[in-house]
């Protein structure tokens, strides 16, 4: 039943040990959840396990099963998530300046790279025997985890905040979800979902606080970096949006394992984004003596005050020797229609301020002319349709007649056909 491959669970904070076995959530020695823990493992038993051969057949994230904080006798609760495409993007490159990749985690089963780390939760969640599962989320998270809850047979009941987009909020409906939206923001939402954690002992998905959800994430990490050894070359940046800061950790560190046990040669700089409405991490990173709580961006999923994991997400810019900026709602939307139009990849406004941020490093200098820059979409727009609507403006209307055509494309020049 054990996890013979995790060592221990480290404090980030304090570097206290806690046995990987329990269910903890975060170090009791400091205020409230402060104390995020860092799942650390035994490399080289992990490697001696890991035979899969990295040729970019990548059929699921279980491809990467012995990095996983699973125990071998756990049943998978899976959806196939992962695995996703790394596109070519030649077009948004040329818009952009740089060579694009596009890796396209918007196409996970619930149409978010949430998947990843909710098919972990059930997983571990149902092998501890629990039943219940909870979380708090923005949106992406709920209906991800009642995705893989309902898959696994386990009830879910979940927190969002009253603003949450509807699309988002529809998903877990049909995944059979008790779905409580709190009159109130994502923090507020957040600290109710911890607090009846520990009334009512239901497990918690959280990926701020759980340390072993991060942990699914790694392998968007693992797989950029197997996909980078096929192309043979890695790339100069790998961008993210940041809320909680729990997703540019985690592929940060999947990307640093391969690195460390020598599958790749080299590692990218990561470049974080936030809006700049919400840029607790950008602050922090930058070390601003007075880091912001607001929480004010039409881009839901990272529309977060008070992130979990800043310290995690820091670790990750400065160990990848990469950089934080910070970009207008305006700037998001423009990058969500240029990305629709250029590459043919929807993707939801959260997802889209990575494209905006690549901009932004052009003109600020931070990505330099023709470097290689992989852009992650990190979530499906069609959960988003008014954010899009934002994007793109409306369609044309016309009566269906030829004439209104012609009012829009001119006469055709096409000779009638001779039959
Ligand atoms: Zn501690």
Redesign the pocket.
Known sequence: MSLDHVTHLE?T??G?EYDPNQVIYT?P??EGVK?ILEVTYDYDAIHDDFDASLDGAIPSQWKYEPFLPVSADATRVTLQEGGTELFDAPQLGAELGVKALVKDDGRNPTGCFKDRASSIAVTKARHAGRDIITCASTGNAAASLSGYAARGGLDCRIFVPGDAPEGKLAQPLVYGADVLAVDGSYDEAYDLSVTVTDEYGWYNRNAAINPFQVEGKRTVGHELAEQSVVRGSVPDWVVYSMGDGCTISGAWKGFKEFYDLDYVEEYPRMLGVQAEGAPAIHDAFHEHDDVSDIAETLADSISVGRPRNTIKACRALEESGGDAVLVTDEAILEAEALLGRTEGIFAEPAAAASVAGVRKARETGIIEPDETVVVTSTGFGLKDTKGAQQATGAVDSIDPSLSEVESLYGTSEQAPADD
């Open positions: 404090c904070l304090c206290a170090c020695e400091h104390g």
